[in-house]
């Protein structure tokens, strides 16, 4: 009997202890979610929405911004304009504002409302959330709304030189953050302490990019298996790896603007994405796209046998790639859908989805992925080789930040407000 009543009780403390630790089912802590590759494990996404249907709730907010909202638990936060002013929110995943904090002034839009100073997505470790803005604004705050640092990396390194605004994301990674700063003025990449800002390591990056080349509003991104960890940075014509250590080159890789047909405006604003065994690479204005074996050794790799495959040409523009279950899927910016094999480069298909801009980057969830046009459009598609919309939702709002799927809900953040969809109302 009491052997019976031990386990017993051992079951209960086991499954509480799973429940316990799987009450959040996934936080999306920084821009592409948990692995920053725009995968979600949620099984209960929602499909089918409208304004009026299938909304938790709607919070207004104080202006325009592209930024991507990020959750834990059970805070969100996020950056936006108001006004001439750059604010931090944070708000509860009921709908409610906890606080807003003020980071800086001097917002500036570009191409009449394309974009702003908002445009880089804040990132948190479950205790301190840090915002960086177009501005150089970098600050660190708790979870209570108390500022525990403030900096300004456009004073510290350089001031910012682009055609539009700089919108990189940091990386945060354990102790660090890791920025690009890639402008006509510096091509800098830095590691810096998370819980000072204190620079860890900086690093020069060569390039010989010219004009509007030389300016790039891609984030960095981590590659990470059992053998080798590294950063990956993207812009001024070059993909580089570099070490966490020290920053130092590992390798580069060119071809993505050949200098025989130079496009002196290919500026790169899609992000790389990684995969175990696999990195792909972006360029610009259907330009090619790489794929990238990541035990590359030191050194030039262009045209390389490092070199996986290599698509001569429909990169999408601003939309990151997205790769799920040996399948790659580009979403290009006239909201054409590509999905090709992962290992050979091989497409399956290329459809079209809905015909308007594409400024948000692709999310996946549940056998589904999630493409969402600026006018607000959201297409659900279904994952595999062949194409199928199984869902088509219009928010009637400007959206141009990327979806999250956190705890059974997708958040979605338009010029206008911070939506909830799905789950209990």
Not at 89 to 117: F, P, Q, Y
Not at 250 to 258: A, H, K, S, V
Not at 388 to 417: C, F, W
Request: proline share 4%; with cysteine.
């Amino acid at each position: 009997m009491k052997k019976k009543v031990l386990r017993c009780t051992i079951m209960f403390l086991l499954v509480a202890f799973i429940l316990t630790a799987n009450g959040f089912a996934d936080n999306w802590q920084q821009w592409r979610g948990m692995h920053n590759d725009g995968i979600s494990n949620e099984t209960a996404a929602p499909i089918q929405w409208s304004q009026t249907e299938n909304i938790k709730w709607r919070l207004p907010l104080p202006g325009e911004a592209a930024s991507t909202p990020v959750v834990w638990e059970d805070k969100i936060f996020l950056t936006s304009a108001e006004g001439d002013a750059l604010v931090l929110m944070c708000i509860t995943t009921d709908g409610e504002e906890l606080w807003k904090r003020t980071l800086a002034h001097g917002n500036r839009d570009v191409r009449g409302g394309e974009g702003n100073s908002a445009a880089p997505s804040p990132v948190t470790d479950g205790e301190h959330v840090w915002a960086f803005l177009g501005t150089g604004d970098l600050a660190c705050y708790d979870f209570a709304g108390n500022q525990v640092w403030h900096t300004n990396l456009a004073d510290r390194y350089g001031e910012f030189d682009l055609y539009f605004v700089m919108s990189t994301t940091p990386l945060l990674d354990k102790d660090r953050l890791y920025f690009q700063l890639i402008h006509s003025n510096a091509w800098v990449v830095l590691a810096l302490d998370k819980m000072t800002g204190e620079e860890i390591w900086k690093h020069d990056r060569d390039s010989d990019a010219t004009a509007e080349c030389e300016q790039a509003y891609t984030s960095p991104i981590l590659y990470r298996d059992v053998a080798r960890e590294y950063l990956v940075v993207h812009g001024a014509d070059y993909v580089t790896a570099h070490s966490l250590e020290d920053g130092s080159e590992i390798w580069r890789c060119g071809g993505l603007n050949p200098i025989s047909s130079y496009n002196y405006s290919l500026r790169f604003v899609a992000s790389p994405v990684a995969t175990e065994g696999l990195i792909v690479v972006p360029s610009a204005k259907n330009g090619p796209v790489l794929g990238i074996n990541p035990a590359a050794t030191q050194g030039d790799i262009t045209d390389s046998e490092w070199q996986i495959w290599k698509r001569q040409q429909g990169t999408p523009d601003v939309p990151s790639p997205l790769i799920h279950d040996g399948l790659v899927y580009l979403c290009r910016e006239n909201g054409d859908l590509i999905c090709f094999d992962a290992k050979t480069g091989e497409q399956f298909y290329r459809e079209r989805t809905h015909r308007h801009r594409h400024r948000a980057s692709p999310v996946y969830a549940n056998g589904h992925i999630y493409l969402t046009s600026r006018d607000g459009i959201v297409n659900v598609v279904k994952t595999g080789r062949e194409f199928k919309i199984v869902a088509s939702n219009s928010m009637d709002e400007v959206i141009a930040a990327s979806p999250v799927i956190s705890n059974g809900t997708l958040y979605l953040r338009s010029y206008q407000a911070l939506y909830a969809i799905g789950g209990e109302k």
